[in-house]
């Protein structure tokens, strides 16, 4: 019964979510920002920048779908722009973001400003769900479940204290230990192997945040270093802790790997003791070492490569050479390069810290268990 429960749950949110992100496209975000549609290119020019990149002007008809004007045919003069490097290429039917302004003498001017992208990732995210479904079946259904829980977490709980003034860093500590218990405990059950998995985690958790705190204020990070952040100077009625936003960053994104590689763990030893009882804690405590041993690695280079792809444009100014001011040396103390290096190497800690913890308290209550 509870299994059918899930699953009805699961398949409204598979019916829902699409049609709600569908749906935003029917409304205007203001009374100057709107959807639209591509008609008709009336005329197209190439035109070569400076440095040799060649861009597609272009003059456009557009049926606005959205906004007072709804269903108006309005014309987007591309050519007449003088600046074309943020320029997209459009074709008859691509849906557009339009922004309506004024000029000097009164006139409405309509301006493309981005494409529409709200159906492509409803579709990708359904295919991701049905692919998780048919795949890990009944397990993956409630990896789903707890994916939208984390993300109900961050969203009504984490963000608005945030903006209301609260430290960043303890309502991620706080909201973390909400996802943990939950997922954990959802995933797992309630069992002996659950309760020592969510104590290794709180115990790295504990382990990681005193590091986090102790070296970014050793190495005086503001946590104002990328745009994103300054974007939010002045935007909130509460003045938001950066340093603060830095760490809870950090915290989640350890707690993103930490669960996989403590359940694999306890899962181990567990597993170990099964296939010899007469195993002593420093058997299974040596065994499971091993095998943690091998996870690690693959562990630790897929958080680094997480982090690398998301910071690569960082990482192409260490192939610059074009003086010393740009040394590697200098690139490295920049602070957005920092606080990268920051991230990977504190959730490696995290990685290497959980191994012997989780592992040291599954050997100890399995080894005494009959």
Same mark, same amino acid.
């Given at each position: 019964?509870?299994?059918?429960?899930?699953?009805?749950?699961?398949?409204?949110?598979?019916?829902?979510?699409?049609?709600? /992100?569908?749906?935003?496209e029917s409304q205007a975000s203001n009374d100057s920002l709107f959807y639209a549609r591509v008609l008709e290119i009336l005329d197209e020019r190439d035109t070569t920048t400076d440095?040799?990149? !060649?861009?597609?002007?272009?003059?456009?008809?557009?049926?606005?779908? *959205?906004?007072?004007?709804?269903?108006?045919?309005?014309?987007?003069?591309?050519?007449?722009? #003088? *600046?074309?490097? *943020?320029?997209?290429?459009?074709?008859?039917?691509?849906?557009?973001?339009?922004?309506?302004?004024?000029?000097?003498?009164?006139?409405?001017?309509?301006?493309?400003?981005?494409?529409?992208?709200?159906?492509? +990732?409803?579709?990708?995210?359904?295919? #991701?769900?049905?692919?998780?479904?048919?795949?890990?079946?009944?397990?993956?259904?409630?990896?789903?479940?707890?994916?939208?829980?984390? %993300?109900?977490?961050?969203?009504?709980?984490?963000?608005?204290?945030?903006?209301?003034?609260?430290?960043?860093?303890? %309502?991620?500590?706080?909201?973390?230990?909400?996802? /943990?218990?939950? !997922?954990?405990?959802?995933?797992?059950?309630?069992?002996?192997? *659950?309760? $020592?998995?969510?104590?290794?985690?709180?115990?790295?958790?504990?382990?990681?945040?005193? +590091?986090?705190?102790? #070296?970014?204020?050793?190495?005086?990070?503001?946590?104002?270093?990328?745009?994103?952040?300054?974007?939010?100077?002045?935007?909130?009625?509460?003045?938001?802790? #950066?340093?603060?936003? $830095?760490?809870?960053?950090? +915290?989640?994104?350890?707690?993103? %790997? $930490?669960?996989?590689v403590v359940i694999s763990q306890i899962s181990a030893v567990e597993e170990l003791k099964k296939a010899n009882a007469s195993f002593d804690f420093k058997h299974l405590y040596t065994?499971?070492?091993?095998?943690?041993?091998?996870?690690?690695?693959?562990?630790?280079?897929?958080?680094?490569?997480?982090?690398?792809?998301?910071?690569?444009?960082? /990482?192409?100014?260490?192939?610059?050479?074009?003086?010393?001011?740009?040394?590697?040396?200098? %690139?490295?103390?920049?602070?957005?390069?920092?606080?990268?290096? +920051?991230?990977?190497?504190?959730?490696? !800690?995290?990685?290497?810290?959980a191994v012997p913890i989780s592992t040291y308290l599954a050997a100890k209550y399995f080894a005494k268990k009959s």
């Amino acid at each position: 019964m509870n299994k059918l429960k899930y699953l009805l749950l699961a398949f409204l949110a598979l019916i829902l979510l699409p049609n709600i /992100l569908l749906a935003q496209e029917s409304q205007a975000s203001n009374d100057s920002l709107f959807y639209a549609r591509v008609l008709e290119i009336l005329d197209e020019r190439d035109t070569t920048t400076d440095n040799g990149v !060649i861009n597609k002007q272009q003059n456009i008809k557009l049926l606005l779908l *959205s906004g007072p004007e709804k269903d108006k045919e309005v014309i987007y003069q591309g050519i007449d722009q #003088f *600046s074309v490097v *943020s320029q997209g290429y459009y074709q008859v039917g691509d849906k557009v973001l339009v922004n309506k302004s004024q000029t000097e003498d009164g006139r409405d001017f309509y301006d493309i400003t981005d494409y529409v992208r709200l159906n492509g +990732l409803a579709y990708l995210f359904l295919f #991701f769900v049905l692919l998780v479904i048919v795949i890990a079946k009944w397990k993956g259904l409630k990896a789903l479940l707890s994916l939208f829980f984390s %993300v109900l977490v961050i969203m009504k709980f984490m963000i608005p204290n945030i903006l209301t003034g609260f430290n960043p860093f303890w %309502v991620a500590l706080i909201g973390a230990l909400f996802i /943990l218990v939950f !997922i954990i405990y959802f995933t797992e059950g309630l069992n002996k192997k *659950s309760n $020592l998995a969510v104590l290794s985690i709180v115990l790295v958790l504990i382990s990681v945040g005193m +590091l986090t705190v102790f #070296f970014e204020a050793y190495l005086r990070l503001s946590g104002m270093s990328n745009e994103e952040s300054m974007l939010l100077v002045g935007l909130t009625e509460q003045a938001i802790n #950066f340093r603060g936003l $830095l760490l809870a960053g950090i +915290l989640l994104g350890t707690l993103g %790997v $930490l669960d996989d590689v403590v359940i694999s763990q306890i899962s181990a030893v567990e597993e170990l003791k099964k296939a010899n009882a007469s195993f002593d804690f420093k058997h299974l405590y040596t065994s499971s070492i091993n095998i943690g041993k091998s996870h690690l690695a693959s562990m630790i280079n897929t958080l680094f490569l997480a982090y690398a792809g998301a910071a690569l444009p960082l /990482l192409i100014l260490f192939s610059l050479k074009t003086g010393q001011w740009l040394s590697p040396s200098l %690139v490295v103390n920049n602070e957005m390069i920092a606080t990268e290096i +920051l991230r990977t190497l504190v959730g490696s !800690i995290g990685i290497l810290l959980a191994v012997p913890i989780s592992t040291y308290l599954a050997a100890k209550y399995f080894a005494k268990k009959s």
